[in-house]
C-alpha cells in the first residue's frame, strides 16, 4: 500500500496537472495546484491524513506600475504593525 502523498502526486500526473511540491512545515508535505480560476494548497501529513485549502478568484488582470506598488505596501505593511 502506497503512502498518500504518492497516490495524490500520481493522481495529478495521470490528470496532466502542473503542481509544486514544498515544505513550510516540519509535519506535512505542501502540493500546490493551480488551475484556471482556483488554486489548491493540500497539506500531506506523516500519518498520511490530508488537509487542504481553496482559493478562487475571477483572475482578473489589472494593470500599472502604480496599482502594484500599493498592493506590495498593502502586505508588506500588515507584517510590520506596531
Excluded: C, P
Amino acid at each position: 500500500m502506497s503512502h498518500t502523498l504518492y497516490r495524490i502526486l500520481r493522481l495529478l500526473d495521470g490528470q496532466g496537472l502542473w503542481y509544486r511540491v514544498d515544505r513550510h512545515r516540519n509535519d506535512t508535505v505542501m502540493i500546490t495546484v493551480t488551475v484556471v480560476g482556483e488554486r489548491l494548497e493540500i497539506d500531506v501529513f506523516e500519518d498520511g491524513h490530508v488537509e487542504f485549502s481553496r482559493f478562487k478568484g475571477d483572475e482578473g488582470v489589472e494593470s500599472g506600475a502604480d496599482r502594484l506598488d500599493q498592493l506590495i505596501r498593502k502586505h508588506g505593511e500588515a507584517r510590520h504593525i506596531e
